[in-house]
T-cell receptor, first 110, second 114 residues
């Protein structure tokens, strides 16, 4: 089985940097995903990590440490439109499926 | 074309109705998924198809019946649903079940059972 933890809520200021953490326990790790989901909309893919290290994509970066069962999503130069839920999902190699964390609701304030 | 298209966007059905949700992708992805999402909750996996064969059924009640007519299409047939089945139903696709990012979700069908 899998156990995925992320903070329930975070608040940050426009223009700032925020880091959303995700810790997981899985029997057969096969990749970690981050998605952004605005209220009432479908999730949008942000990043995918399968090896240790940092993946950077514009204002968004994602880091993975497999030995620690830890990932974070880093959002730079926050904009109001970044207010959304951020979902961490871990794919289990043995089960061949992904499980989502409960999501972190990020509120960006002026 | 990097889209997963779902129809309809909204559906209201009675408990005795039969309806179908449709999902289509033309990215050559060989794995397709159905998820159910309730408000303020993460998506919950329902079914996984890999190369048009059902790979995973997450103990979903038989009133939900998936079908994969070909590699581009995925249907979810609904019959005798309950009000608690009201949710956002999401379709997703990926290149393979065991490799690559599970990157693409459709916009979902918001289902209301009355």
């Amino acid at each position: 089985g899998q156990n995925i933890d992320q903070p329930t809520e975070m608040t940050a200021t426009e223009g700032a940097i925020v880091q959303i953490n995700c810790t997981y326990q899985t029997s057969g790790f096969n990749g970690l995903f981050w998605y952004q989901q605005h209220a009432g909309e479908a999730p949008t893919f942000l990043s995918y990590n399968v090896l240790d290290g940092l993946e950077e994509k514009g204002r968004f970066s994602s880091f993975l440490s497999r030995s620690k069962g830890y990932s974070y999503l880093l959002l730079k130069e926050l904009q109001m439109k970044d207010s959304a839920s951020y979902l961490c999902a871990v794919r289990d190699r043995d089960a061949g499926k992904s499980t989502f964390g409960d999501g972190t609701t990020l509120t960006v304030k002026p | 074309d990097t889209e997963v298209t779902q129809t309809p966007k909204h559906l209201v059905m009675g408990m005795t109705n039969k309806k179908s949700l449709k999902c289509e992708q033309h990215m050559g992805h060989r794995a397709m998924y159905w998820y159910k999402q309730k408000a303020k909750k993460p998506p919950e996996l329902m079914f996984v198809y890999s190369y048009e064969k059902l790979s995973i059924n997450e103990s979903v009640p038989s009133r939900f019946s998936p079908e994969c007519p070909n590699s581009s299409l995925l249907n979810l047939h609904l019959h005798a649903l309950q009000p608690e089945d009201s949710a956002l139903y999401l379709c997703a696709s990926s290149q393979e079940r065991f490799g690559g990012p599970e990157a693409f979700f459709g916009q979902g069908t918001r289902l209301t059972v009355v």
